[in-house]
């Protein structure tokens, strides 16, 4: 699933529900340290915040609608929700995240892009 356009998404509010969740700094994630966080570092990074879970109010360990309701994402649960199930799965989740912060879609953050996710609000701690 490709975004055309960037969104100021999750702001104050994902802030409120993560607190606790410390990310001082998205390269963090590069768990290789080779200066850039791939996808799968990424999912592994941020899956170990334990975000995802916390929104999955039923702990069935899937987002329906009410429950992304919750987290105030700018982006359309439809959209997200790559196989139409009506429910998001957290790879459809990190999907959708990663894609929207990697401008020039080659698979992996370096730092640029990880300084507008930040500066964007997602991550901005
Ligand atoms: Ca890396
Ligand atoms: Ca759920
Ligand atoms: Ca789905
Ligand atoms: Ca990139």
């Known amino acids: 699933m490709r975004h055309s356009k960037k969104h100021p998404l999750l702001l104050g509010s994902l802030l409120i529900l993560g607190s606790g ?30 975000q995802y879970n916390t929104w999955d109010m039923n702990d069935d360990g899937l987002l329906d609608e009410n429950e992304y309701g919750r987290i105030d994402a700018d982006w359309r649960f439809d959209d997200l929700d790559a196989d139409d199930n009506d429910f998001l799965d957290a790879g459809e989740w990190y999907d959708a995240t990663f894609d929207a912060f990697d401008d020039n879609e080659d698979g992996h953050w370096d730092g640029d892009e990880w300084d507008d996710a930040g500066d964007a609000g997602f991550w901005d701690v």
């Open 21 to 50: 969740v410390a990310m001082a700094d998205g390269l963090d994630f590069d768990a290789d340290a080779n200066g850039t966080v791939d996808r799968g570092e990424y999912y592994i990074g941020a899956g170990a915040t334990g």
